[in-house]
């Protein structure tokens, strides 16, 4: 059973930093996408950043919201992705989930989810 976890969420001030890291259970070569979405209660989860591995090589996506602030990036050894969020807002208050596209399963992973809470 694949499973991916997420670590480092918290409580931050407006304008701190926080670094929130995804770990596989398998070989993160088994995902083509990895990425970040967020979901505040009543709102529909919406996509923060990801990062694609493709024969053309890697690229990342990010939300017009964050671009600037947050940074994901990929470990193969360790089998991790990880989202640096800097100049944290409290609009960027979320439960944060990772993300995987499984290309042997054909499907997509979700994470548990990690809260993030940013004060004014």
């Known amino acids: 059973q694949v499973q991916l976890v997420e670590t480092g969420g918290g409580l931050v001030q407006a304008g701190g930093s926080l670094r929130l890291s995804c770990t596989t259970s398998?070989?993160?070569?088994?995902?083509?996408?990895l990425g970040w979405y967020r979901q505040i209660p009543g709102k529909q989860r919406e996509l923060v950043a990801t990062i694609t591995t493709s024969t053309r090589g890697v690229s990342t996506n990010y939300a017009d919201s964050v671009k600037g602030r947050f940074t994901i990036s990929s470990d193969n050894v360790k089998n991790m992705v990880t989202l640096q969020m800097n100049s944290l807002e409290p609009e960027d208050t979320a439960v944060y989930y990772c993300?995987?596209?499984?290309?042997?399963?054909?499907?997509?992973?979700w994470g548990q989810g990690t809260q993030v809470t940013v004060s004014a």
């Open positions: 398998g070989s993160i070569f088994r995902f083509s996408q």
């Open positions: 993300d995987g596209y499984d290309v042997y399963d054909g499907r997509s992973y």
